[in-house]
């Protein structure tokens, strides 16, 4: 108790994926602000050791792996599912890589939680799903990606609402979008002259010129497929048609994306390329916090900022995806699961980097809706092109 007779409430935190890079940003804002936050719960995939070293760092008793471990940690999916529905929490970050992370994120909707949601696959795989439960149970997703964090900070801008925290009928936030742009740093081969995918290697494709990612998202944003996910994320978020979509390149990676509005003014969201930033603004919203552990944007950054709209003819998995858009929401799984098998194929060495557009098309050829055969048939191709 103060002294004025109430102790400013913490919002208390679950989070999954503690010892990822998302993770370790979101635990930089903990930090940063112990008078907002409190971790009551963590949750990793196979690093016993490193999650019960954050466990001791943050005074954290319930935590979760994905893998089994000889520390006596709860594992599997049940007990990631358990963490995140946990009654303590008022808020799960959700950031296990890929469909991992889609049980966990239903069991905390399901628990009445608002989660701040960096794990893409979650909705690009099953965002109607997931958008439909959360409308039901009356929780927001709120954005955690950089550029969906600028669109949701711009969306701000207006008495609308935008369609991932909508919990009644306030008017909607995206009747007033004509456009939105997702920014994008075009990765460590925009400025090639020529692209020949096929002699691309894994060293050169995983050398990041502005974000320190892990394997999977940086061979993603090198054939921009990174983008083509975004796109999805994005039309699930904020209720978008694929029409209103646009992909801008910005290699110094300073505007995180820009919102168009139908009464002509454009506006962006500038910061330091940074996941604390987008991180903190989820965690505090609708609030904005008085500091962060991010330096602020200087005049001589914003000089020489460049745009682009990207040459589709050079980034064929992006391609892939303005294609494939229109066509319905059934293209979504296929472009995730058909790329991430591909991926990991050619992380693996066994296929080259223009077999990833290859995968992908031939996935979304067979038109398929169930994931296993998605993933199955995508790793005949894969074998096939080895
Ligand atoms: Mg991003």
């Not at 602000?33 to 009551?40: G, K, L, T």
């Not at 048609?241 to 168009?260: E, K, T, Y």
């Not at 454009?266 to 552990?293: E, F, G, K, N, S």
């Amino acid at each position: 108790m103060s002294a004025f007779g109430f102790r400013r409430m913490k919002k208390r935190l679950v989070i999954l994926g503690a010892t990822g890079s998302i993770g370790e940003s979101t635990l930089r804002v903990v930090t940063a602000h112990p008078d907002r936050f409190e971790v009551v719960g963590l949750a990793a995939g196979r690093d016993a050791e490193g999650l019960q070293a954050l466990a001791r760092k943050f005074n954290v008793s319930k935590l979760a792996l994905a893998a089994p471990n000889d520390a006596g940690i709860p594992f599997g999916e049940q007990a990631l599912c358990d963490l995140a529905a946990m009654p303590e929490a008022d808020l799960v970050v959700m950031a296990i890589a890929g469909m991992a992370g889609y049980a966990p994120t239903l069991a905390a909707i399901e628990a009445g939680h608002d989660v701040a949601l960096a794990t893409k696959e979650v909705l690009v795989m099953a965002g109607t799903e997931v958008m439909r439960r959360r409308a039901a149970a009356g929780v927001r997703i709120l954005p955690l990606d950089s550029e969906h964090s600028a669109l949701f900070q711009c969306l701000q801008s207006t008495a609308s609402v935008p369609a991932c925290v909508r919990v009644g009928d306030e008017p909607k936030a995206e009747e007033r979008i004509a456009e939105v742009i997702l920014t994008a740093s075009g990765g460590p081969f925009f400025k090639r002259e020529t692209i020949d995918w096929s002699r691309i290697t894994v060293a050169e494709a995983l050398n990041h010129p502005r974000w320190e990612m892990g394997p999977k998202v940086t061979i993603d944003s090198a054939t921009m497929m990174n983008k083509g996910l975004e796109m999805i994320e994005a039309l699930h978020l904020f209720a978008l048609d694929p029409a209103q979509l646009r992909v801008w390149v910005h290699p110094q990676s300073i505007v995180h994306s820009f919102v168009h509005f139908k009464d002509g003014a454009l506006l962006a969201q500038l910061a330091q390329p940074d996941m604390a930033l987008p991180i903190q603004y989820a965690l505090t919203w609708p609030d904005r916090a008085l500091h962060a552990p991010v330096p602020s944007m200087t005049l001589a950054q914003m000089q020489n900022l460049e745009f682009s709209e990207p040459d589709l003819s050079r980034f064929p998995c992006l391609k892939l995806v303005f294609d494939a858009l229109p066509l319905g929401a059934w293209t979504h799984p296929i472009l995730t699961l058909a790329n991430e098998v591909a991926v990991k194929a050619f992380l693996a060495g066994r296929i080259t980097a223009d077999r990833i557009a290859a995968v992908i098309e031939q996935g979304l050829a067979r038109a398929e809706t169930d994931f296993a055969a998605i993933v199955r048939h995508a790793e005949e191709d894969v074998a096939r092109f080895a």
